[in-house]
């Protein structure tokens, strides 16, 4: 084996060996290798066959940006090697072969590819020939093609999906994003930062002298509580409004950041000459990888290709590890390294100033020819530039230009809502690194409003020298690839152009270049410089091709798995905790169900009605739903949503809404506040909240009213304080609004300040009660809240939860809607008939309301009651069956105690013939038993709504 002692190899297990099998053969590696560096280890460097011409294949990068590393596995096709780990018993398999791996049938391919031009397949085998290339040669290049296998028979696996939100999502987890990240989170930002790699640091990982930066913002990072690292995540694009799919396995995290910032570094490439694809030519930083992740000896005799620092740095670390230089090639003319160069002529190595032409051999490197020299070896390692990871900021509108001056590409973002930061952004060394992402932290906290601070950049001495542009010019024998993925050489691209192809957009669809799986990001850079040349353009004005999401591969697993539903928060979350609140999900919201020990949750709840029915509560309405409507024709649009007149409803006044469908089923109800001519501040239900705004949407759009509506639910925060005394909790709040019963009537509304916050204040009451119900900016909810809290310690007023709200809303009679309605339900069925305007000529439902009337009520809402014990079983509970002469015509909607009452109270679907009060009808309990009850009004509680018009 060809491993490395300790230190090398900080990733592997050395006390774990692992056994696998590669093509029959039995392979160890260590826990923690991946499929390719535990082959390499074993001297096994081919990995694969080319996917035209079937040319031996094996590791470049190490950070699987290339089609050279997928393999197959059982029950997988196309996986990279080189970041597979291994597992006990794995079995692993080449792909694109014919026979075997190493005597592949169709290696001839290779000798045919003067016969085998980009596009020759149209021109062969389209026109007079289509339908032989239908019937005969599609089928087998199809076949030929060997892009793996599918396990239609595969162990079924769970993929899980996920909702994440953060103030700032750092992607990349090198110098760049870890120090972006830590200063945004220690300035008090909830950070998430996501690395594609089992471990963060990035280059500082395996890059030469970069332990101590490493270790610093390592120990930092771990110290932050409000940041979050996620390890072995993919971010796989950007979409609309900083919205991030980040994949972790079989899981989807569906992201939504209010900022991010990219630091996803660059990416390393490779050199074009004759041979280039060769096992055993690799990038500086795969030897890189090699040696200080898994102590894997790249090879025994190495050249270096080295155009700049990091090319110096790497020979350094061949030679520490044991590798024999044989020399360096450097094509600048000056030199690239500086004290590097220096350190190796110390050590007896020799720089050649020249470029490599040609590398040798047929299934591993051998030798390569540098300006005329062969040189025996059997590593060739090249770093000679990089281009930024491109894909994800321009996927956000950013634009990529080019630096003719420092042949490198640069990004721009004149319209991107992200920061870029680091490599990506065209920077080198540590220092000037570390200084552009704590430049990019500090914008972020300026734009969400947190302590921060001006940070000017540094220059980049270094960054100079990063790049170098070579001249490229097609190998007379050709195989001097440009694209390992799909077998493009330098002659294909230049073939493109003379068929009159300038576009590289139209030259990626006639060749093929970037269409793999690497997506062109070792190929876009050598592309852009040979179809510029051969066009007579510059660079920047040849461009690459688009980036679109995804960036890598993904299951359909994984677009398909479970969904997790979104978890929402109330402004007041951590005051509800606070509190002692029992928080339960409630749809996609958390909300408190009661206040105080879990242990006596009955005594409790109880505690909460009777302080609500005596004295006075409050209740966090937040997740009522919020739509404004505006324009001149918002009364309009208002009359023909929902069943009552709102066209000439006064401003200040409050007035219920009712919203049915076009069957005439009732599907929302709420409350409309006109606060202008022109302004509607209508409440929804909220479950019902999402749906109503989009048919809203779809309702403005066919009618085309001058008329504007918006979601502002997350916008408002609302709470209701109810009871006897809650007019001396309002008066006793620093407000410029009349709380009087003069200056404040059942059903006014307006707007105004409460303790210093704006708020529209409505005076509704779904409890029975009065009561007054402040909404104002979540932003300034707690301030609020506390103000009302300490309003109502004169009169003991307590919080109550949602447990109570329940009951006391039964004891009112007030109906949930999608509790006690269901898709059927019509305002007749509820007693409704009052909400719904007989003078519109038009409301949506107005026709099928009519029509069911006609037909009369099959069923009808009622309230029933039962005087029995509070635990007794002989209670019809909610879905019990309400029955009439033993056939069942309704059911329980609602059933609960009333500790006010004394009693049990449902509401119920009962015969449309049997409504009337005093009627009996028989219900079914849930032990078999049949009670009888009478039919009563829907409000059980203060009938005659004296208590809430005080």
């Given at each position: 084996?060809?491993?490395?002692?300790?230190?090398?190899?900080?990733?592997?297990?050395?006390?774990?060996?692992?056994?696998?099998?590669?093509e029959?053969?039995?392979?160890?590696?260590?826990?923690?290798?991946?499929?390719?560096?535990?082959?390499?280890?074993?001297?096994?460097?081919?990995?694969?066959?080319?996917?035209?011409?079937?040319?031996?294949?094996?590791?470049?990068?190490?950070?699987?940006?290339?089609?050279?590393?997928?393999?197959?596995?059982?029950?997988?096709?196309?996986?990279?090697?080189?970041?597979?780990?291994?597992?006990?018993?794995?079995?692993?398999?080449?792909?694109?072969?014919?026979?075997?791996?190493?005597?592949?049938?169709?290696?001839?391919?290779?000798?045919?590819?003067?016969?085998?031009?980009?596009?020759?397949?149209?021109?062969?085998?389209?026109?007079?020939?289509?339908?032989?290339?239908?019937?005969?040669?599609?089928?087998?290049?199809?076949?030929?093609?060997?892009?793996?296998?599918?396990?239609?028979?595969?162990?079924?696996?769970?993929?899980?999906?996920?909702?994440?939100?953060?103030?700032?999502?750092?992607?990349?987890?090198?110098?760049?994003?870890?120090?972006?990240?830590i200063?945004?989170?220690?300035?008090?930002?909830?950070?998430?930062l996501?690395?594609?790699?089992?471990?963060?640091?990035?280059?500082?990982?395996?890059?030469?002298?970069?332990?101590?930066?490493?270790?610093?913002?390592?120990?930092?990072?771990?110290?932050?509580?409000?940041?979050?690292?996620?390890?072995?995540?993919?971010?796989?694009?950007?979409?609309?409004?900083?919205?991030?799919?980040?994949?972790?396995?079989?899981?989807?995290?569906?992201?939504?950041?209010?900022?991010?910032?990219?630091?996803?570094?660059?990416?390393?490439?490779?050199?074009?000459?004759?041979?280039?694809?060769?096992?055993?030519?690799?990038?500086?930083?795969?030897?890189?990888?090699?040696?200080?992740?898994?102590?894997?000896?790249?090879?025994?005799?190495?050249?270096?290709?080295?155009?700049?620092?990091?090319?110096?740095?790497?020979?350094?670390?061949?030679?520490?590890?044991?590798?024999?230089?044989?020399?360096?090639v450097?094509?600048?003319?000056g030199?690239?390294?500086?004290?590097?160069?220096?350190?190796?002529?110390?050590?007896?190595?020799?720089?050649?100033?020249?470029?490599?032409?040609?590398?040798?051999?047929?299934?591993?490197?051998?030798?390569?020819?540098?300006?005329g020299?062969?040189?025996?070896?059997?590593?060739?390692?090249?770093?000679?530039?990089?281009?930024?990871?491109?894909?994800?900021?321009?996927?956000?509108?950013?634009?990529?230009?080019?630096?003719?001056?420092?042949?490198?590409?640069?990004?721009?973002?004149?319209?991107?809502?992200?920061?870029?930061?680091?490599?990506?952004?065209?920077?080198?060394?540590?220092?000037?690194?570390?200084?552009?992402?704590?430049?990019?932290?500090?914008?972020?906290?300026?734009?969400?409003?947190l302590?921060?601070?001006?940070?000017?950049?540094?220059?980049?001495?270094?960054?100079?020298?990063?790049?170098?542009?070579?001249?490229?010019?097609?190998?007379?024998?050709?195989?001097?690839?440009?694209?390992?993925?799909?077998?493009?050489?330098?002659?294909?691209?230049?073939?493109?152009?003379?068929?009159?192809?300038?576009?590289?957009?139209?030259?990626?669809?006639?060749?093929?270049?970037?269409?793999?799986?690497?997506?062109?990001?070792?190929?876009?850079?050598?592309?852009?410089?040979?179809?510029?040349?051969?066009?007579?353009?510059?660079?920047?004005?040849?461009?690459?091709?688009?980036?679109?999401?995804?960036?890598?591969?993904?299951?359909?697993?994984?677009?398909?798995?479970?969904?997790?539903?979104?978890?929402?928060?109330?402004?007041?979350?951590?005051?509800?905790l606070?509190?002692g609140?029992?928080?339960?999900?409630?749809?996609?919201?958390?909300?408190?169900?009661?206040?105080?020990?879990?242990?006596?949750?009955?005594?409790?709840?109880?505690?909460?009605?009777?302080?609500?029915?005596?004295?006075?509560g409050?209740?966090?309405?937040?997740t009522?739903?919020?739509?404004?409507?505006?324009?001149?024709?918002?009364?309009?649009?208002?009359?023909?949503?929902?069943?009552?007149?709102?066209?000439?409803?006064?401003?200040?006044?409050?007035?219920?809404?009712?919203?049915?469908?076009?069957?005439?089923?009732?599907?929302?109800?709420?409350?409309?506040?006109?606060?202008?001519?022109?302004?509607?501040?209508v409440?929804?239900?909220?479950?019902?909240?999402?749906?109503?705004?989009?048919?809203?949407?779809?309702?403005?759009?066919?009618?085309?009213?001058d008329?504007?509506?918006?979601?502002?639910?997350?916008?408002?925060?609302?709470?209701?304080?109810?009871?006897?005394?809650?007019?001396?909790?309002?008066?006793?709040?620093n407000?410029?609004?009349?709380?009087?019963?003069?200056?404040?009537?059942?059903?006014?509304?307006?707007?105004?300040?409460?303790?210093?916050?704006?708020?529209?204040?409505?005076?509704?009451?779904?409890?029975?009660?009065?009561?007054?119900?402040?909404?104002?900016?979540?932003?300034?909810?707690?301030?609020?809240?506390?103000?009302?809290?300490e309003?109502?310690?004169?009169?003991?007023?307590?919080?109550?939860?949602?447990?109570?709200?329940?009951?006391?809303r039964?004891?009112?009679?007030?109906?949930?809607?999608?509790?006690?309605?269901?898709?059927?339900?019509?305002?007749?069925?509820?007693?409704?008939?009052?909400?719904?305007?007989?003078?519109?000529?038009?409301?949506?439902?107005?026709?099928?309301?009519?029509?069911?009337?006609?037909k009369?009520?099959?069923?009808?809402?009622?309230g029933?009651?039962?005087?029995?014990?509070?635990?007794?079983?002989?209670?019809?509970?909610?879905?019990?069956?309400?029955?009439?002469?033993?056939?069942p015509?309704?059911?329980?909607?609602?059933?609960?105690?009333?500790?006010?009452?004394?009693?049990?109270?449902?509401?119920?679907?009962?015969?449309?013939?049997?409504?009337?009060?005093?009627?009996?009808?028989?219900?079914?309990?849930?032990?078999?038993?049949?009670?009888?009850?009478?039919?009563?009004?829907?409000?059980?509680?203060?009938?005659?709504?004296?208590?809430?018009?005080?």
């Amino acid at each position: 084996m060809t491993r490395l002692p300790a230190p090398w190899g900080h990733r592997i297990n050395r006390d774990k060996p692992v056994s696998f099998r590669f093509e029959g053969t039995k392979f160890t590696g260590f826990e923690g290798d991946v499929i390719a560096s535990s082959l390499a280890a074993n001297d096994q460097w081919m990995l694969s066959r080319s996917f035209k011409y079937h040319r031996p294949r094996g590791l470049m990068s190490m950070a699987g940006s290339e089609a050279d590393t997928l393999v197959q596995l059982p029950s997988d096709p196309n996986v990279q090697a080189d970041r597979h780990q291994i597992s006990e018993g794995l079995l692993v398999t080449a792909q694109n072969v014919n026979g075997s791996l190493a005597n592949d049938r169709d290696a001839f391919m290779d000798k045919l590819g003067r016969f085998m031009p980009v596009g020759f397949y149209y021109r062969t085998f389209m026109g007079p020939t289509r339908n032989a290339w239908l019937k005969f040669w599609e089928p087998l290049i199809r076949k030929k093609a060997g892009l793996g296998v599918l396990d239609t028979n595969a162990t079924h696996q769970n993929y899980e999906k996920a909702n994440l939100f953060c103030d700032l999502l750092v992607v990349g987890g090198g110098a760049a994003g870890l120090t972006a990240a830590i200063e945004a989170a220690e300035a008090g930002a909830d950070v998430i930062l996501a690395e594609m790699e089992p471990e963060i640091g990035g280059a500082l990982t395996y890059r030469r002298d970069s332990s101590d930066l490493l270790h610093d913002l390592r120990n930092r990072a771990t110290a932050c509580p409000n940041l979050r690292i996620m390890t072995d995540t993919l971010v796989n694009g950007w979409y609309e409004d900083n919205w991030l799919p980040l994949i972790r396995g079989n899981k989807l995290f569906k992201t939504r950041a209010v900022e991010v910032i990219l630091a996803t570094g660059a990416i390393e490439q490779p050199a074009t000459f004759r041979n280039n694809d060769l096992p055993g030519i690799m990038l500086g930083s795969a030897a890189q990888r090699l040696m200080r992740h898994y102590a894997v000896k790249p090879g025994n005799r190495a050249v270096v290709l080295a155009a700049n620092p990091d090319g110096y740095r790497v020979a350094l670390d061949l030679l520490d590890a044991g590798v024999e230089l044989a020399t360096v090639v450097d094509p600048r003319a000056g030199g690239s390294g500086g004290d590097l160069a220096n350190a190796l002529h110390t050590k007896g190595v020799k720089t050649l100033t020249g470029d490599i032409t040609e590398a040798q051999g047929k299934k591993h490197l051998k030798s390569v020819t540098a300006d005329g020299t062969r040189i025996p070896c059997d590593l060739l390692v090249m770093s000679v530039g990089s281009v930024p990871m491109w894909q994800l900021p321009c996927q956000a509108g950013a634009k990529l230009s080019y630096d003719q001056d420092h042949a490198r590409f640069n990004l721009t973002l004149p319209d991107a809502p992200l920061h870029i930061a680091g490599s990506v952004n065209g920077l080198s060394s540590h220092d000037a690194v570390t200084t552009d992402a704590i430049r990019s932290a500090h914008q972020v906290l300026a734009q969400l409003d947190l302590p921060h601070r001006d940070i000017a950049g540094v220059e980049d001495t270094e960054a100079v020298l990063a790049n170098f542009e070579p001249t490229i010019t097609a190998h007379p024998k050709g195989k001097d690839f440009i694209d390992r993925d799909e077998d493009i050489q330098v002659k294909d691209l230049q073939n493109a152009t003379r068929e009159g192809y300038r576009e590289l957009e139209l030259i990626k669809r006639f060749t093929t270049v970037g269409m793999g799986p690497s997506q062109g990001r070792h190929s876009a850079l050598a592309a852009a410089r040979i179809v510029a040349k051969a066009t007579d353009r510059s660079i920047a004005e040849t461009g690459v091709t688009t980036a679109r999401p995804p960036f890598a591969p993904e299951t359909l697993g994984v677009l398909s798995g479970h969904h997790h539903p979104a978890e929402r928060r109330t402004a007041l979350h951590q005051e509800h905790l606070r509190l002692g609140a029992d928080m339960r999900p409630v749809g996609a919201w958390w909300r408190p169900y009661f206040y105080g020990d879990k242990t006596d949750a009955r005594c409790l709840i109880d505690e909460e009605v009777r302080a609500v029915r005596e004295n006075a509560g409050v209740l966090d309405v937040s997740t009522l739903g919020g739509l404004e409507v505006r324009g001149p024709d918002a009364g309009e649009f208002l009359n023909r949503i929902y069943t009552m007149a709102y066209k000439k409803q006064p401003v200040g006044r409050c007035r219920y809404c009712l919203m049915t469908n076009e069957m005439g089923t009732v599907i929302d109800d709420g409350v409309a506040l006109r606060l202008a001519d022109d302004l509607y501040y209508v409440t929804a239900t909220t479950g019902a909240v999402a749906r109503v705004y989009a048919d809203m949407l779809f309702w403005n759009a066919q009618w085309q009213l001058d008329v504007d509506v918006l979601n502002v639910t997350s916008a408002f925060s609302g709470f209701n304080i109810t009871g006897p005394n809650a007019r001396q909790v309002v008066e006793a709040l620093n407000s410029n609004i009349d709380f009087s019963h003069e200056g404040f009537a059942y059903l006014e509304g307006c707007e105004g300040r409460v303790a210093g916050v704006p708020v529209r204040a409505m005076r509704i009451g779904f409890t029975g009660e009065l009561s007054y119900e402040l909404h104002c900016p979540s932003s300034h909810a707690l301030t609020l809240w506390q103000a009302i809290m300490e309003a109502g310690k004169s009169v003991s007023l307590r919080p109550y939860g949602l447990e109570a709200s329940r009951i006391l809303r039964l004891e009112k009679g007030h109906i949930l809607i999608g509790q006690d309605t269901d898709a059927l339900t019509s305002p007749d069925e509820l007693g409704f008939d009052w909400a719904v305007s007989k003078s519109k000529p038009f409301f949506i439902g107005k026709r099928a309301i009519e029509m069911r009337r006609n037909k009369g009520l099959p069923r009808k809402l009622a309230g029933l009651s039962f005087d029995a014990p509070r635990d007794s079983q002989d209670v019809p509970q909610e879905s019990c069956l309400v029955l009439r002469d033993n056939v069942p015509v309704g059911h329980v909607t609602s059933s609960l105690y009333s500790p006010t009452l004394k009693k049990h109270i449902a509401l119920a679907y009962v015969h449309g013939d049997d409504s009337d009060t005093g009627t009996q009808v028989t219900l079914k309990c849930r032990n078999g038993k049949r009670v009888n009850a009478p039919v009563e009004g829907h409000a059980f509680f203060d009938p005659d709504n004296k208590r809430q018009e005080v």
